[in-house]
Each structure stands twice: as structure tokens, then as C-alpha cells.
């Protein structure tokens, strides 16, 4: 069984930075295209950025150029860091593989953006 735990996330303020992981268990994340997936209250959960597993990043055009999605292939984590933060990043965190089925969600990781 696959097993996602999310860590990383905090209070921030605005324009400020975090990086997010997601270790994975279970599943190697070299073949996989893993994504980085957040839920705001009141609204849907939306893809954030993906990683093909050639390597390809894609983003969603309201962070690109802000956020940065890796690999750490030895370590089988999936990174997200975020820079130039804003109250509109806040929400929970969610990674998973996107494409098929997703594996079981873990609980995410909380973003604040507060003054």
C-alpha cells in the first residue's frame, strides 16, 4: 500500500517561503508523474504543479514562476517550494501521483499566509 506523508507547511507572511515534502512509501516515485495538489476552504482541491517522471515540471499559471516542484529520486520525496507567498496560497497541501489512480491521500500539510 502506498503511504504519503506531507510535511513542511506553516504561518507565513506574505512574500515569504516554504518548501513542502512529500515522502512516499510503497511506490517509487521515478515512475510515476507526482503532482503537488492544494484545498482552500470552501473550494475543490486543484492541481498545483506536476513532475513527469522524464523529468518535465508543468505549473498552474497562478504560481508559475513562484513555485518549484522536485525529486529526490534517492530519497523517494517530492519537493514544493514556494516563494513570493500570498494570502491566496493559503490552504492545505496534498501530493499524489496524477494520472490513473490516485494512491490513498495522506492528511497534507497546512499553508498559512498572514500578516
Known amino acids: 500500500q502506498v503511504q504519503l506523508v506531507e510535511s513542511g507547511g506553516g504561518l507565513v507572511q506574505p512574500g515569504g517561503s516554504l518548501t513542502l515534502s512529500c515522502a512516499v512509501s510503497g511506490a517509487r516515485i521515478a515512475f510515476n508523474k507526482m503532482a503537488w495538489y492544494r484545498q482552500a476552504p470552501g473550494k475543490e482541491r486543484e492541481l498545483v504543479a506536476v513532475v513527469f517522471s522524464g523529468g518535465i515540471r508543468e505549473y498552474v499559471a497562478s504560481v508559475q514562476g513562484r513555485f518549484t516542484i522536485s525529486r529526490d529520486i534517492t530519497k523517494n520525496t517530492v519537493l514544493l517550494q514556494m516563494n513570493s507567498l500570498k494570502p491566496e496560497d493559503a490552504a492545505i497541501y496534498y501530493c499524489?501521483?496524477?494520472?490513473?489512480?490516485?494512491?490513498?491521500w495522506g492528511q497534507g500539510t497546512q499553508v498559512t499566509v498572514s500578516s
Open positions: 499524489n501521483r496524477d494520472g490513473g489512480s490516485a494512491w490513498t
